[in-house]
């Protein structure tokens, strides 16, 4: 069983910045992709970014420039850092980690953390 559990989100102003991370636990093999989605009310849920585990990493358009991914493999956690926050970032964003146990492959995902950025 693999655990995700994302902290960080709250409520910022325009232009400001946040910082998310997302912390995998279990019986952990190995990790493969690091990924943060975001779902705002009403629309789907989108690819923000991912980070693969040789580090190279892809970033929607709309933030590009503006966040930054990165991963702490010993802590199997990964960051998102938030910057030039706009209101249309404003969603709950989740994390998705993909890798392997001893067993088998696992694809988790965390219960989200809510990013609301004030105009």
């Known amino acids: 069983q693999v655990q995700v559990v994302e902290s960080g989100g709250g409520l910022v102003q325009a232009g400001g910045s946040l910082r998310l991370s997302c912390a995998a636990s279990?019986?952990?093999?190995?990790?493969?992709?690091m990924t943060w989605y975001r779902q705002a009310p009403g629309k789907q849920r989108e690819l923000v970014a991912f980070?693969?585990?040789?580090?190279?990493?892809n970033y929607a358009g709309s933030v590009k420039g503006r966040f930054t991914i990165s991963r702490d493999n010993a802590k199997n956690t990964v960051y998102l850092q938030m910057n030039s926050l706009k209101p249309e970032d404003t969603a709950v964003y989740y994390c998705r980690v993909q890798g392997a146990t001893t067993a088998r492959s696992f694809d988790a995902w965390g219960q989200g953390t809510q990013v609301t950025v004030s105009s």
């Open positions: 279990g019986s952990i093999f190995s990790i493969a992709v």
């Open positions: 980070i693969i585990s040789g580090g190279s990493t």
